[in-house]
């Protein structure tokens, strides 16, 4: 079993919609929650970066992390075509050197 | 200021060939980690250096791979001898000293034919 779990999609959704990505987690040990938005043929870009449980938002981003349930979404609000990207969810155990173990990711596109 | 940096974007060798990928972090960053990403799967972790120091290589796939990082500075990567199984995505990240966010360099594609 994948300690991360993601639904790779592809996710479609047109300009202005809300999007939901989810992934679930097995290892109880992680405490910091991270997305990751990653453009064709560039590397992983920070997006989000969480906690505790609850929600964090910044922008037309929301970040919720569920410790209880091992599950963590982002939302994305009036979503933009320049939003088309792979996003990856990710996190990691508190203290070490901060290895990140991430999901597979789910490929976004915003239709104009 | 200058992101991270990786040559090449993508090299193709054959089977049993060696290839060395080079990675550039970002100035005054003391942790470079190395990761990959095969075709269909996640991004998995490979390796970490504090400055020039091997902290974690715990990802390490096999002892046909070997890291290292000349003076804390930029690190290689070399693969030898390659396999097919060894083509993906291979990125690298680097981090300051105190900081939670690791950047990430664009990847190098590695093909093995």
């Known amino acids: 079993q994948k300690e991360v779990e993601q639904d790779p999609g592809p996710l479609s959704v047109p300009e202005g919609a809300i999007v939901s990505l989810n992934c679930t987690y097995s290892?109880?040990?992680?405490?910091?929650f991270m997305w990751y938005r990653q453009y064709s043929r560039k590397g992983p870009e920070l997006l989000m970066y969480t906690y505790s449980s609850g929600n964090k938002e910044d922008g037309r981003f929301t970040a919720q992390v569920d410790k209880s349930s091992k599950y963590i979404s982002l939302f994305i609000r009036d979503s933009q075509p320049s939003d088309s990207a792979t996003y990856l969810c990710a996190m990691r155990i508190s203290g070490g050197y901060q290895k990140v173990t991430f999901g597979t990711g789910t490929k976004l596109q915003v239709i104009p | 200021e200058a992101g991270v940096t990786q040559f090449p974007s993508h090299s193709v060798i054959e089977k049993g060939q060696t290839v060395t990928l080079r990675c550039d972090p970002i100035s005054g960053h003391d942790n470079l980690y190395w990761y990959r990403r095969v075709m269909g799967k996640e991004i998995k972790f490979l390796l970490h250096?504090?400055?020039?120091?091997?902290?974690?290589e715990s990802g390490m796939p096999n002892n046909r791979f070997l890291a290292e990082r000349t003076g804390g500075t930029y690190s290689t990567l070399k693969v030898q001898p390659a396999e097919l199984e060894d083509s993906g995505v291979y990125f690298c990240a680097s981090r300051g000293t105190g900081s939670n966010e690791q950047y990430f360099g664009p990847g190098t594609r590695l093909t093995v034919t």
């Open positions: 290892n109880s040990a992680f405490q910091y």
């Open positions: 250096f504090v400055k020039e120091s091997k902290q974690d």
